[in-house]
Nanobody
Framework: QVQLVESGGGSVQAGGSLRLSCAAS??????????MAWFRQTPGKERERVANIHTDGSETYADSVKGRFAISRDNAKKTLFLEMNSLKPEDTAMYYC?????????????????????WGQGTQVTVSS
């Protein structure tokens, strides 16, 4: 069973930066095969895909974070990252790491939470104005 554990959330003022991490364990085969993603959710709303990445280097971002957030992965350490800069109050949410064993082509179109198999417990990000 794959387990994902997020860390790095916290409280920051608008304009600030945070770096989220997601460590994977229990992956008995090649972590490189996984499409990895960050989602976020606020109370009463559906989970929103923030960014996702596959090992071929393809990255996809939500329009709301393009140019401010950067997703990356370290396959050797089985860790996913999300560098968040120029944070805005509207970025306040619980951030979740997600994974699915997939092809890069699937990953490029995997914007819905139902397309992912494994989830972390989330890490809270709060941005004050």
């Amino acid at each position: 069973q794959v387990q994902l554990v997020e860390s790095g959330g916290g409280s920051v003022q608008a304009g600030g930066s945070l770096r989220l991490s997601c460590a994977a364990s229990g992956v008995t085969y090649n972590y490189n095969k996984f499409c990895m993603a960050w989602f976020r959710q606020t109370p009463g709303k559906e989970r929103e895909r923030v960014a996702n990445i596959h090992t071929d280097g393809s990255e996809t971002y939500a329009d709301s974070v393009k140019g401010r957030f950067a997703i990356s992965r370290d396959n050797a350490k089985k860790t996913l990252f999300l560098e968040m800069n120029s944070l805005k109050p509207e970025d306040t949410a619980m951030y979740y790491c997600a994974a699915v064993d997939s092809t890069p082509a699937y990953c490029n179109n995997a914007a819905n939470q139902n397309q992912y198999t494994y989830w972390g417990q989330g890490t809270q990000v709060t941005v004050s104005s």
